[in-house]
């Protein structure tokens, strides 16, 4: 139930979706001589909002602690790394799987800095997680379709464990703990976007799996420039619909108990 509520909450309350419903809604009210002005203002107030949050840099600043939550990671060579956990969310999987060719999305750094892992760390066992849940049924699940990919570029199909069943951040902790033991985990990489570590940890946390970060897939830059306004409006909206999303994941998921704490830290 807490999956399908937050996928339709979430489509209603994504940014660039109300902010649009907004000066609609603002249009139709104006039709109506009572309200004239009352839906004129609206409509322009919501346009007012749309320009502004398109293209000041607001969704980057929103965006830019989640981000800088975790740090790179450094591997200092005491301890062997024992496997790599990769989030799905990289890949669309009914594409793939109709174009008979691997269709990544925004987040592809996550499938590809895991096959630089594979090759840096020969031994370690690669663990997909991500399946195919929608709002209306079941889909196509994307860890299939990863591990083929793998497979098909030389990566030793021994070394690849698929969990398909998951079609949230907490199922996919939940799931992998499956296939892992906590008291005989060792050292296991978790590979997912920048802005979504802080959930992630928190919720493999939970599960009892103390994994350690490998953030990617950065949307904000190193420097100050990351203030710069955006040159398209779609583009901050873009981000502000991924940082909103994450933020409210967050706090969603700390209060359903979901997460070890409301911002994980390192």
């Known amino acids: 139930m807490f999956y399908y509520a937050s996928k339709i909450f979430w489509f209603f309350a994504?940014?660039?979706?109300?902010?649009i419903s907004f000066v609609l809604l603002g249009l139709l009210i104006s039709l109506s001589k009572r309200w004239r002005r009352f839906g004129t203002g609206l409509a322009l107030v919501a346009t007012v909002a749309?320009?502004?949050?398109?293209?000041?840099?607001?969704?980057?600043?929103?965006?830019?602690?989640?981000?800088?939550?975790?740090?790179?990671?450094?591997?200092d060579g005491s301890r062997p790394i024992d496997g790599i956990i990769l989030l799905g969310g990289a890949v669309e999987a009914a594409d793939s799987l109709s174009r008979g060719s691997l269709v990544a999305n925004e987040s592809a750094e996550r499938v590809l800095d895991t096959i630089t892992l594979a090759h840096?760390?020969?031994?370690?066992?690669?663990?997909?997680?991500?399946?195919?849940?929608?709002?209306?049924?079941?889909?196509?699940?994307?860890?299939?379709?990863?591990?083929s990919y793998f497979k098909g570029i030389g990566i030793d199909p021994a070394r690849i464990i698929i969990e398909d069943r998951?079609?949230?951040?907490?199922?996919?902790?939940?799931?992998?703990?499956?296939f892992i033991a906590p008291e005989q985990a060792g050292r296991w990489l978790l590979v997912t976007s920048?802005?979504?570590?802080?959930?992630?940890?928190?919720?493999?946390?939970?599960?009892?799996?103390?994994?350690?970060?490998?953030?990617?897939?950065?949307?904000?830059?190193?420097?100050?420039?990351?203030?710069?306004p955006f040159a398209f409006i779609s583009d901050g909206l873009r981000r502000l619909d991924v940082a909103a999303k994450e933020w409210a994941g967050l706090i969603g998921y700390y209060v359903a108990g979901r997460t070890s704490a409301l911002l994980p830290a390192p």
């Open 120 to 147: 840096r760390y020969p031994q370690a066992k690669i663990l997909i997680s991500g399946g195919g849940g929608t709002v209306f049924g079941d889909g196509a699940a994307e860890a299939p379709v990863i591990a």
């Open 194 to 228: 920048a802005w979504h570590m802080p959930r992630a940890v928190g919720v493999f946390r939970k599960a009892g799996l103390d994994v350690i970060p490998y953030p990617v897939d950065y949307r904000t830059g190193a420097s100050e420039g990351f203030y710069r």
């Open 166 to 178: 998951s079609r949230t951040t907490a199922e996919n902790a939940t799931f992998t703990r499956e």
């Open 50 to 75: 749309t320009v502004a949050l398109g293209l000041l840099p607001i969704s980057s600043a929103l965006l830019r602690p989640l981000e800088e939550r975790f740090p790179m990671f450094r591997d």
């Open 14 to 19: 994504t940014p660039s979706n109300l902010l």
